[in-house]
Each structure stands twice: as structure tokens, then as C-alpha cells.
């Protein structure tokens, strides 16, 4: 029987140069494509993953919350810039350029499986960004 490479286990533990490549890399290109669209970013690397989290400024209308919330305003809004919101976990193979994808899913709280936009199951680290970028628009 042939072997298969299962792009959704498995994986090579990530270097540290690597892992500053990527980042580096993440940064910039969301800086550059969706500036504005969050405050900050925390990639994160363990073993053969990392993980994408951004930040964003809450989008609050005029008197909310109600008085009887729970929570003042200033408070709530410092919740949501605190909290993060998960973006995907990339899985790397020892190719800078080859990285699978898992999409953050909120109905299930866990990261799915999937493909990159051309139908891959293998893209860069830039591709996955614009996978997961759909965490950003208001």
C-alpha cells in the first residue's frame, strides 16, 4: 500500500528560526492587507502548530449596553479587546511554503480541517490568513 500524507496530523516541530520567519511574515502581510481590521495579533507556535489569534477594537453602538447589562460600557469594551478571536492553526511539514490549514470553528469551539481558497490542502502561511480573515469584518 502507498504511503499518504495526511495534511491534517502529523508534522515536523517547528524551529525557532522558523517560527520568527513566520511570524514576521503574518505580520506583515496582514499589517499590509487588513490594516485596521484588528489591534493585534498573537501567533503562537507549539510543536508542529501555530496558531493565529487577532484583537479588535469593539464596534459598540450609541448606549449600549442597557443600563441593566450586567457590565458598564468601559468594561465591556475592555472584554472585547481583550478577548481574542481564533482565527486558524497552521500545521507545518518542513517546508516554509507548505503549511496545512484548520479554520477556528465557534459552533464547535475547536479548529476543522480545511482547504485554502484554490482547493490545496497545502498553502502559505499568507494564504491561511486569508482563509481565516472572515473573523475581522464587523
Not at 522558523?18 to 499589517?31: D, G, L, P, S
Not at 489569534?53 to 469593539?58: E, G, R, V
Not at 511554503?97 to 484548520?102: G, Q, T
Request: hydrophobic fraction near 30%.
Amino acid at each position: 500500500m502507498p504511503w499518504v500524507r495526511d495534511p491534517h496530523s502529523g508534522g515536523v516541530k517547528i524551529p525557532k528560526a522558523v517560527q520568527e520567519r513566520t511570524r514576521q511574515r503574518i505580520v506583515k502581510y496582514a499589517e499590509k492587507k487588513y490594516k485596521g481590521k484588528f489591534t493585534r495579533l498573537d501567533i503562537r507556535f507549539r510543536g508542529p502548530l501555530c496558531y493565529i489569534d487577532a484583537y479588535k477594537a469593539p464596534n459598540l453602538p450609541r448606549g449600549w449596553p442597557p443600563k441593566d447589562w450586567g457590565e458598564t460600557r468601559a468594561e465591556m469594551i475592555e472584554r472585547v479587546r481583550n478577548t481574542p478571536v481564533h482565527l486558524c492553526r497552521l500545521r507545518y511539514f518542513g517546508n516554509e511554503n507548505e503549511w496545512s490549514l484548520a479554520f477556528f470553528t465557534y459552533s464547535n469551539e475547536k479548529y476543522s480541517p480545511c482547504v485554502f481558497h484554490n482547493g490545496s490542502f497545502f498553502g502559505t502561511p499568507e494564504q491561511a490568513f486569508d482563509v481565516s480573515s472572515g473573523y475581522l469584518h464587523d
